[in-house]
């Protein structure tokens, strides 16, 4: 099997496993990667995350043009911009996993910094996470938007809509965005019960151990 063919193969099946699991329904979420020639695989427009088919992936090469498989998702211009902006990421998540969604929803939460330092791998994986304001699904100011970040957040909820994680390789995205639902549901499972967060002390030294962007 070829290196792009294991790809494919891992990228469905990640998508399957988020999808069996109720991370996103439907024909909602898309994900993405990198290629060893710089080219992408994409999510097909449309598409289920449970069903995909492995060769009707959509084929982009290094200059970004359309090659093969079916037409891509609608969402492109995200994803094409945390490429642009991380030149370490080698895949994309994004999902419309119910709990982020509902956090992102609520009036009094930090744009800036999304969640409370519940745990100290929610910073691990994902540093701080930039609350972005509500764009139609697929308008190109979501990648501008994303754009502005200037590749310092490596995950973005999109008011309304859904968490976007950039990631070394699809494993660690994977990983990133699953943290990051789980990070949503316990914020929500404890408002208003004043938890004991981590204090800045303990924040500090999770962010110097593990070496996490937290700018």
């Not at 898309?30 to 080219?39: C, E, K, L, M």
């Not at 609520?106 to 509500?134: C, E, H, R």
Request: charged share 20%; aromatic share 4%.
């Amino acid at each position: 099997m070829s290196e792009e063919s294991r790809l494919r193969e891992e990228m469905c099946t990640l998508a399957a496993s988020l999808h069996s699991r109720g991370l996103t329904h439907g024909a909602t979420g898309n994900v993405s990667a990198r290629t060893s020639d710089g080219g992408l695989l994409v999510t097909p427009t449309g598409s289920t995350l449970g069903t995909l088919d492995p060769a009707r992936l959509s084929r982009f090469d290094a200059s970004g043009r359309h090659v093969d498989g079916d037409k891509p998702t609608k969402e492109m211009p995200l994803h094409e911009a945390f490429y642009e902006t991380r030149s370490r990421a080698g895949a994309i998540v994004h999902l419309h996993s119910t709990h982020s969604v509902a956090w992102s929803l609520l009036p009094d939460v930090d744009p800036d910094n999304l969640f409370p330092p519940l745990t100290a791998y929610s910073i691990m994986q994902l540093g701080k996470v930039k609350l972005l304001p509500y764009f139609i699904p697929g308008d190109v100011a979501i990648g501008e938007a994303i754009r502005g970040l200037a590749g310092k957040r490596s995950a973005v909820m999109l008011a309304n809509h859904g968490p976007v994680v950039a990631g070394k390789d699809l494993r660690a995205a994977g990983q990133a965005i699953e943290e990051l639902e789980e990070t949503a549901r316990l914020a929500l499972l404890t408002r208003g019960l004043s938890p004991s967060v981590l204090t800045s002390e303990q924040i500090a030294q999770v962010v110097t151990k593990f070496d996490v962007e937290w700018s």
